[in-house]
């Protein structure tokens, strides 16, 4: 196995130890060849030092790529570009691998010719040694999903980040990797991939593990991130897979039910969504795509469906 690492850091100088001694331990056997591309996306803590204070721990070429904040996709993106081998293992620089999980996320790519493999993941403790911590993964524990499979799981919910996925690179390339207009890379990868690939592989345990504690983290920023999830199923619908109107209807009715849910958390509208989620369970729309669009404005805090400017992807 020949595999490049690309881990995207932004102000997670805390945790960076923790990520690299993982790193350092996952295989039983050395991979064949595997250089480790950290990316800081402008961070202004420690973030560097810690990297290069304990990038002797791995057994593989070490490179540190730095930019201006652009947020983590433009990350992850530079990330990819730079790596020399035929497969990425994407992780956040909070996040954890558990043992032997490349190794056997590439076995089953090989062994069932797929370009995409994702796992599920978990939580450590920062309280206790990073490394009696570290799960072992299950390699026969999988499932083959056909796209179809894909496409009811990851817009019913996604329940993985970019830690969880092993890609090829022609793939990612193919894909137009992580899309830019988004903060995380995580669930665009995922569908991106899903609307190029006839088959993936989804290994049913965990292959990384995040900490319990990360302040700052996106996915605790309920508005932005609920917001980018939605804009990422409809750009699934109207972007990527135009024709499929079956995918449109899904989608659609998706983003209704869970904007209903955090207009109520959020407290911007729910009664506005909830009827939209009603009718949207007996009628649906002429168009779809503008119906969609209107979801996006249970999460933003003037109740309207255009981003804003402060959620801008590189505006930390």
Wanted: one cysteine or more.
């Amino acid at each position: 196995m020949q595999v490049s690492y690309v881990i995207t850091v932004y102000n997670k100088a805390p945790y960076l130890l923790d990520v690299i001694k993982s790193l350092a331990a996952e295989h039983a056997i050395a991979p064949a060849a595997a250089e480790y591309i950290f990316v800081d996306d402008g961070s202004s803590d420690a973030s560097i030092d810690s990297i290069k204070a304990n990038q002797q721990l791995l057994l593989g070429d070490v490179i540190i790529l730095e930019q201006a904040n652009q947020g983590a996709a433009a990350a992850t993106n530079a990330g990819v570009r730079q790596a020399k081998y035929d497969w990425v293992r994407l992780l956040d620089g909070d996040d954890i691998v558990c043992k032997e999980s490349t190794a056997s996320m590439h076995r089953l790519a090989m062994r069932e010719d797929a370009q995409f493999v994702i796992g599920d993941y978990g939580f450590f403790s920062q309280k206790a040694d990073v490394l009696s911590q570290m799960e072992t993964v299950a390699p026969n524990n999988y499932q083959v999903m056909s796209q179809e499979d894909a496409l009811r799981r990851f817009i019913r919910n996604f329940s993985h980040n970019s830690s969880c996925m092993l890609i090829s690179k022609a793939l990612f390339q193919t894909i137009g990797g992580a899309d830019t207009r988004l903060m995380s890379p995580d669930y665009t990868i995922a569908l991106r991939a899903t609307a190029h690939c006839q088959k993936m592989v989804r290994l049913r345990c965990n292959v990384t593990q995040m900490v319990e504690q990360a302040p700052g983290r996106l996915s605790s920023q309920v508005g932005r991130s609920r917001y980018d999830s939605i804009m990422a199923i409809y750009l699934l619908a109207h972007e990527l897979m135009p024709a499929r109107r079956d995918v449109a209807v899904a989608v659609y009715r998706r983003a209704c039910s869970r904007s209903y849910r955090y207009a109520r958390i959020l407290k911007n509208q729910p009664l506005r969504h909830f009827l939209r989620y009603l009718r949207s369970r007996i009628h649906l729309p002429k168009d779809l795509k503008i119906a969609t669009y209107q979801c996006l404005s249970a999460y933003t805090p003037d109740g309207t469906p255009e981003r804003p400017a402060e959620w801008t992807p590189g505006q930390n």
